[in-house]
């Protein structure tokens, strides 16, 4: 990627000028190759550990997403509307392990579960397929097992 390509990301790295991208690319060396094309011309790419762990991430992510829409799934029913808005949700995203934009690859790749709907606080996830067997607690579970133990 070149440094002006960089520079359509300027705000959500909490950058204002272009010496602070390449300050901030050297400041990684482990992370960052720079290479100098031309004079005036500077390249970056990950290294290929960097590159690696990335992709292992992205991985890990998409092995989790499964896991991620039950999570949620569960977070809205517990709710009185079967609605939440997206930014409480986007409060809690670390602490529910969401990716960063949960909202337009999560929310919107099952509608057959959710759907964003504006209400009058803001946008608002809600709810749209009610599952029973997600009623059902890790007690009642653990309880269930135990029963079916005994009786055998």
């Not at 300027?10 to 390449?22: N, V, Y």
């Not at 031309?38 to 992205?58: D, I, Q, W």
């Not at 959710?114 to 309880?143: C, I, K």
């Amino acid at each position: 990627m070149s440094l002006r390509e960089l520079g359509k990301y300027r705000r959500e790295l909490g950058l204002d000028k272009k010496r602070g991208f390449i300050a901030l690319l050297r400041k990684f060396p482990a992370v960052f190759d720079i290479k100098e094309e031309g004079v005036f011309s500077l390249k970056f790419k990950l290294t290929p550990e960097a590159e690696r762990l990335y992709l292992e991430e992205m991985r890990i992510m998409n092995e989790m997403e499964d896991l991620l829409v039950v999570i949620l799934r569960k977070l809205l029913m517990m709710s009185l509307e079967k609605q939440i808005l997206l930014e409480k949700i986007a409060n809690l995203r670390t602490d529910l392990g969401l990716p960063l934009e949960f909202r337009n690859t999560i929310c919107h790749k099952y509608p057959q579960d959710f759907r964003v709907v504006l209400t009058e606080r803001g946008p608002a996830l809600e709810l749209t397929h009610w599952d029973p067997e997600l009623t059902v607690s890790a007690n009642q579970l653990t309880d269930e097992e135990n029963r079916a133990r005994e009786v055998e």
